[in-house]
Nanobody
């Protein structure tokens, strides 16, 4: 069974940076497509960034040029480097893992961008 555990969230001032980590427990991590989603209060969950098993990445337009997703297949971990954070980036960030029809979610980590 796959388990995902996010870490690295917190309170940061506008313009600051955070790095989120998602630790994957299970086997065959390298074959999974991984993603980061976020859900702000009162809004639907949205895709922030994704990285395929082969390394191809894609980003939401709102974070392009500011966020970077990466993966370390040796450590079974996916990262989200977030720079130039804005108040509108405030949300709970969730890690997602997909392979064939199986989809797994982490419990989420809160990111708050505020003065």
């Amino acid at each position: 069974q796959v388990q995902l555990v996010e870490s690295g969230g917190g309170l940061v001032q506008p313009g600051g940076s955070l790095r989120l980590s998602c630790a994957f427990s299970g086997s065959l991590f390298r074959f999974y497509d991984m993603g980061w989603y976020r859900q702000a209060a009162g809004k639907e969950r949205e895709l922030v960034a994704a990285i395929a098993s082969g390394g191809t990445t894609n980003y939401a337009d709102s974070v392009k040029g500011r966020f970077t997703i990466s993966r370390d297949n040796a450590e079974n971990t996916v990262y989200l480097q977030m720079n130039s954070l804005k108040p509108e980036d405030t949300a709970v960030y969730f890690c997602n893992a997909r392979i064939y029809k199986a989809v797994y979610w982490g419990q989420g980590t809160q990111v708050t961008v505020s003065t």
